[in-house]
T-cell receptor
Framework: SQTIHQWPATLVQPVGSPLSLECTVE??????LYWYRQAAGRGLQLLFY??????ISSEVPQNLSASRPQDRQFILSSKKLLLSDSGFYLC???????????FGQGTRLTVV | GQQLNQSPQSMFIQEGEDVSMNCTSS?????WLWYKQDPGEGPVLLIA?????ELTSNGRLTAQFGITRKDSFLNISASIPSDVGIYFC???????????????FGTGTRLQVTL
């Protein structure tokens, strides 16, 4: 069966510090991978998606970047965090051509 | 851009009651999904709908893909305490092989069940 792992679960970082969140998927190959952000009490906003290694599409301009160095690894990064980067970050995957997306457990990021 | 409005935003119900919530879009969708999110967790897929008019059940949950393709409905029968959480609808306009599934999410309906 397929599983998706995200870490860390929670993170408190000072303003101006770098960020690296990691997501890995097991039990499948060549998945589509996604990063979403969820502000408190809000819905999910798609940040980045990837259909293959090294292929990244950005949905909204922001202080973040994404990379896919391996088939089942998706990384969300920032060089210098802003207070507004605080939120709940969710990684998701689905099979090529399928609609149903499956989510990781999320990372609660607080920038102080 | 596409917007999904969910209603109600929140609801308090008693255990055993039935629950109804809906999601409306300014654009048509080819696929509707319903997710449930527990506090501090990622959303979990409940039901997927692919065809206008389709009615699909998953245990006590029933969802429908509206005929106009601009709305969807989720019903929960005989609610229990573990139904507490936030329910999100999500829609996708385009399906195709080799492409990413860019879902648009609703703002969520927060459900609280009292004993």
């Amino acid at each position: 069966s397929q599983t998706i792992h995200q870490w860390p679960a929670t993170l408190v970082q000072p303003v101006g510090s770098p960020l690296s969140l990691e997501c890995t998927v097991e039990g499948t190959s060549n998945p589509n991978l996604y990063w979403y952000r969820q502000a408190a009490g809000r819905g999910l906003q798609l940040l980045f998606y990837s259909v293959g290694i090294g292929q990244i599409s950005s949905e909204v301009p922001q202080n973040l970047s994404a990379s896919r160095p391996q088939d089942r690894q998706f990384i969300l990064s920032s060089k210098k965090l802003l207070l507004s980067d605080s939120g709940f970050y969710l990684c998701a995957w689905n099979r090529q051509g399928n609609t149903e997306a499956f989510f990781g457990q999320g990372t609660r990021l607080t920038v102080v | 851009g596409q917007q999904l409005n969910q209603s109600p935003q929140s609801m308090f119900i008693q255990e055993g009651e039935d629950v109804s919530m809906n999601c409306t879009s300014s654009s048509i969708f080819n696929t509707w999904l319903w997710y449930k999110q527990d506090p501090g967790e990622g959303p979990v897929l409940l039901i997927a709908l692919y065809k206008a008019g389709e009615l699909t059940s998953n245990g006590r949950l029933t969802a429908q893909f509206g005929i106009t393709r601009k709305d969807s409905f989720l019903n929960i029968s005989a609610s229990i305490p573990s139904d507490v959480g936030i329910y999100f609808c999500a829609g996708q306009l385009r399906r195709g092989t080799g492409t990413a599934s860019k879902l648009t999410f609703g703002t969520g309906t927060r459900l609280q069940v009292t004993l």
